[in-house]
């Protein structure tokens, strides 16, 4: 049989609750596909501030890097919101990214026809809709620097961020892109504001060069204001977006709304070499956390997506996606998606209808 | 009679247009209300492009600072897309709004009870929409330096921008802001990264702090990735969003399609001192130029925003408006917003029939 190390992280709020059903899914898959997880579990966001006073230990990033795949729950919360900046949550999690150099943040946002009523869109809008968002996640805004505090020349004081891209880092992107394009329906569309920046000049100009590689993908170009209201007036238009690190949060977490059912979208990370990294794009939600209230689908989804992108086992991970489509099937639904007619079902529930499907 | 001079720039695609439009219902507006205007038109844009080889001549901008207000159709088209960028018709725009000091740019976005249907999301989550954003105009990633491109460490070109806030800048937008809230519902959210940058984390202490100034308004903090959410999820909880250029551009575009008619929406730029650029927020719309399709109305209500903001003539603003929606609901539609039933009329039409409502 063959064998996986994973490093669990389940992070603050209901990170616990989704990582410890995915892992039970995760075991059932394995054992009936002959795959054996070794899982070992590290603290890291609030839980380690709490434990050992940093957001990402050693010891916890070791582990990881040391595992075949990393899957982590969510984290955060108001308990640590106005900690200092290399005190936060969130900065562990961007050592962690950095860290495991997981360049590629690959986000589908899929409207399945058992949820199309979730979607604040209306039906004939949102119906079909199936894109895939590949943001670059390790460089731009988000470590670029010079970055921080100072004052200027009129001694007022600045906060200052540094958006840079490298060709190699657009090409690396941009290669992951066409590929996932030409896997899917051969459409990319890269989104940028090269109208006014320089950074976005480059990435443009690279990811049009890349384009040659790839004859069987059809790229267009669109600015990111456009891209936004794109979403909203005709999301079917998209097939596979790329774009940069800020404007990919900004525009995958306007996507995941459009489907209307946060609580089902996973995301894998990926780097050149070494494990991946896969989580729900959903938060930490403190307010519900501890009630068992949560959907675990996005954490099992993630567990899928990383058998298929981290470890190439794409039967457990179909496996694992069919058992959560036939759950949705038979009416199980949680509280985020729930509709009536539906049998409302709390987070370890809906794990077992998912182990039993 | 009151006089004012008007500085008219008609720009590219469709803007001369609805420009020719909005100022004969300026005219007609103000010969009701014994308002005089002088009116100038100046190249810019790719029209200037064309003409002189810039896209903001030294004319233009010295007659649009010499006048009492700029109203502005639209600019850029695929023909200058591939100019470099001091020669692009946006770079004349932002040149534009630096050059006029106009900080604070006002978009309102409303669901009209006559357009609700205009709209993508389902009718209970559209109708009562109305968002009043307020966007950094002069700053940001947009202005700051250093920017261009150049070398890494590796050898490896890069392209790259500065996104930088000042205490000053934060400070005067915010109290326009929190100023607009105050005669609004009182709500104001402000929408930053300050789990991620430091430009972010000043905004948001600064604006935390001009707080007390304004003890009627309430204010909330949102993350920019959570704000695109929100907007779809539920567009009604936002009254009045102040936020930096970038973030500005991506979702006042968002909160504009989320009313499904950006050809109604109008925007005004303020500064502290002289003339305010009012200006349509739909782009230039090559596609369609020339053939009287377009429609006028969101400059037209770019005019009543400058009789408004600009010049403190609230009658003759309010007159405009009232015109506009009675020739709404006299059922008259430009393209963009027919619906079965409706009368469907061209650019000169519309604009004749909201002269005599
Ligand atoms: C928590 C935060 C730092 C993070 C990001 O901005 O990348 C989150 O919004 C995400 O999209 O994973
Ligand atoms: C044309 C472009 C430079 C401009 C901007 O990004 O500000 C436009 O998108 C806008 O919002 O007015």
Redesign the pocket.
């Known amino acids: 049989t063959k064998s996986y190390s994973i490093t669990l992280l389940p992070g603050d709020g209901i990170g616990p609750e989704v990582v410890s059903v995915a892992k039970d899914a995760l075991s059932l898959a394995g054992s009936i596909e002959g795959i054996d997880f070794r899982f070992q579990e590290a603290p890291m966001g609030g839980a380690a501030l709490d434990l050992v006073g940093v957001p990402l230990p050693d010891e916890t990033l070791t582990s990881a890097r040391n595992s075949d795949a990393v899957l982590l729950g969510a984290i955060g919360g108001y308990k640590w919101d106005k900690n200092e900046k290399h005190l936060k949550p969130e900065t562990g999690l961007l050592q962690l990214r950095k860290g495991l150099k997981v360049f590629a943040n690959l986000r589908p946002a899929i409207v399945l026809p058992q949820l199309v009523h979730s979607s604040t869109l209306k039906k004939e809008v949102a119906e079909g809709v199936d894109i895939m968002v590949v943001r670059e996640l390790t460089g731009g805004i988000y470590f670029g620097k010079p970055r921080g505090f100072g004052t200027n020349e009129n001694g007022d004081d600045i906060g200052f961020n540094t958006e840079v891209y490298s060709t190699s880092e657009i090409d690396r992107i941009a290669r992951v892109a066409f590929d996932i394009a030409r896997k899917r329906n051969g459409k990319l569309c890269s989104v940028d504001?090269a109208?006014?920046l320089e950074a976005s000049m480059l990435w443009r100009r690279r990811v049009s060069d890349i384009a040659s590689e790839f004859p069987n993908v059809e790229l267009s170009h669109m600015?990111v204001?456009?891209a936004a209201m794109q979403l909203v007036r005709n999301p079917k238009q998209f097939d596979t977006i790329v774009t940069n690190n800020i404007f990919g949060d900004i525009l995958s977490d306007e996507a995941s709304m459009i489907t209307g059912s946060i609580g089902m979208l996973p995301s894998a990370s990926l780097g050149e070499l070494g494990p991946g990294l896969f989580e729900p794009i959903h938060g930490s939600a403190p307010d519900i956390a501890g009630q068992d209230n949560a959907n675990p689908l996005a954490t099992i989804l993630s567990a899928a997506m990383m058998l298929r992108y981290g470890l190439g086992e794409e039967n457990a991970a179909k496996r694992i996606e069919d058992a959560v489509l036939k759950t949705l099937s038979k009416g199980f639904r949680t509280g985020d998606i729930f509709s009536p007619g539906m049998v409302l079902v709390g987070c370890k529930r809906m794990g077992e209808e998912v182990l039993k499907s």
């Open positions: 504001k109208n006014v600015y204001d456009n």
